[in-house]
């Protein structure tokens, strides 16, 4: 199986709720700077005026929020966590048509409903990848968009070694600079990182299902932006 497991995914959702206040600020920082940018990105390429959105493991609604910009707020949108807490934090960012809360794996929408899905920085974070990409394939409508903005594994042994390394012990620097003993906190994101599949892996796996899939790697494969079509 692919991904956290049960087990692991409780230990990383109570985690991501004592991490709350600090989120945004430590994530800005960590990520170089580079995590509004690919939202950007991936977003424009994705969305058009008028789609019917969801924006799956939402958190605090990001992604929802760069959208709206981006469509100057022509696009409906449904945010969808399992935490519920981010969820009434996303109350005080923006409006959207509908907040929902649960699991990629058991998603409460009809089969063929949305135009988009979406996933900023949570697709990794899914207890089974492969029934969390079934389930996303299920309720896009034909044609519909998959985007995932997220953290990559670098296929290059090297490469993933770096990467390993900056988010084992580099991040937990900059995390205590900023956030004191909350931001240590931010280690799990070493642990969904081990147990996420390497890039070539995740577009394998992708491409079973999906009829095409741009898969575009930045940072040296450190990061991805990917648009799969159903």
């Known amino acids: 199986m692919i991904g956290l497991g049960a087990s692991y995914w409780k230990e990383v959702i109570s985690t991501l709720r004592d991490i709350i206040p600090v989120y945004d600020k430590v994530n800005r920082v960590i990520s170089l700077g580079k995590d509004e940018l690919y939202r950007y990105e991936g977003i424009r390429g994705n969305v058009k005026s008028g789609d019917l959105i969801l924006d799956a493991g939402s958190g605090f609604g990001n992604m929802s929020l760069t959208t709206f910009k981006i469509t100057a707020d022509k696009v409906k949108i449904v945010i969808y966590d399992p935490i519920f807490e981010m969820l009434q934090s996303s109350r005080q960012r923006l409006i959207v048509d509908l907040r929902s809360s649960g699991i990629f794996e058991h998603m409460p929408f009809k089969d063929n409903t949305f135009d988009v ?30 985007l995932i903005v997220d953290l990559g594994k670098p296929d290059n042994k090297l490469i993933r070694l770096g990467v390993s390394i900056y988010l ?7 995390a205590y600079v900023i956030a004191r003993e909350t931001g240590l906190k931010f280690q799990t994101l ?20 999906f009829s095409q899939v741009d898969f575009r790697t930045k940072l040296m494969g450190g990061s991805i932006i990917v648009s799969s079509i159903k």
């Open 190 to 209: 070493y642990g969904t990182f081990l147990k996420w599949p390497q890039n070539n892996t995740l577009h394998l796996l992708l491409k079973k299902r």
């Open 117 to 146: 899905v979406m996933c900023g920085y949570s697709l990794r974070d899914a207890i089974n990848l492969e029934i969390a990409v079934s389930e996303i394939h299920r309720i896009l409508k034909k044609n519909g968009r998959f």
């Open 168 to 174: 084992k012990y580099i991040i937990k620097i900059f």
